[in-house]
Structures are given as C-alpha cells and as structure tokens.
C-alpha cells in the first residue's frame, strides 16, 4: 500500500505550469514537522507534492507560502537526465487532494476581498418573543431542576 498522509505549512508559493496538452500540474513544498528523541530539537522535513488537473489551478489561485494544508496522496519515484547529463533522481508525493486548513485571513493571495464578514454589518430582526428577556417557553410546564446527580450516566 503506497499512502501518503501530511499536514504542514508551504515553504513557498505554488508554481502552476501546463503541460503541452493542456493540463495543470502545481508544484509546492510542504514543511511538515518531525519528532525527535526526547529533549532534542523538533526537525522539519520540507515534502514535494505535485497536484494536477482542477486542483492543482486551486491550489495556486488560494494558496500562497506559509499556509496550511493537509495532503493525501501517494509517493512516488523518478528519474531523468539533467542538462549536465547526469541523471537526477526525485522522490515526490503526488497528491490525490489537497485540503486548504487556516482561516481565509491567513492567506495573502486573498487581501483584496474583504477579511470581515459582510454579515456583521447586518441587522438582525428577531422574531416575536424570541429574545434574550422574553422566554419563549416561560408558559410551557413547570420549572425543573436537574442536577448531574440526577443523570443515569
């Protein structure tokens, strides 16, 4: 079995390309915490994760470096001759979804749409009789009492 699962900060923003048919392909480096014996400094392991298609325009539209995001994927392993000749080998997680954590507020990429919510500003008409003075259920039965005591569990 070949599953990747990682939660982590981007160390960069998202690089977008496409491929000559057209697809996108994103690249961003994840930096996920190690634990470490006990005493010792935490490490942190900086992960390649490749996103395609859909997902991968996402990931570079709403993302941006030092955002939080938890990847499932699977790793894989390549190799290729670079422009010395020499042959390169990678190891990358490729990502079957990428999950945007934080708040909106967190992402730079974002600073142009409003970080309030436009819903604040509102007023609010409460119904008839549902205010924090008047009980709505003040004519239903009588007043109990219930302690934790009481509770079967």
């Known amino acids: ?65 030092g955002r939080q995001v938890a990847v499932e994927g699977r790793i894989q392993t390549r190799s290729y001759d670079n422009n010395e000749g020499k042959k390169t080998y990678v190891t990358e997680v490729v990502a079957n979804s990428v999950e945007f954590l934080g708040s909106v507020g967190d992402n730079p990429k974002t600073n142009n749409v409003s970080e309030e919510n436009p819903f604040d500003s509102m007023p609010i008409d409460e119904p008839a009789g549902t205010s924090v003075d008047n009980d709505p259920f003040a004519s239903f039965g009588e007043k109990v009492e219930i302690s934790d005591n009481d509770l079967p569990f």
Request: glycine residues 8%; positive net charge.
């Open 1 to 65: 079995m070949n599953r990747v699962f990682l939660i982590g900060r981007l160390s960069r923003d998202p690089e977008l390309r496409h491929t000559t048919s057209g697809m996108a392909v994103c690249q961003i480096n994840v930096a996920v915490g190690r634990r470490t014996g006990a005493g010792r400094e935490p490490e942190t392991d900086f992960i390649n994760v490749v996103v395609w298609d859909k997902q991968a325009e996402n990931v570079a539209k709403y993302l941006a470096k």
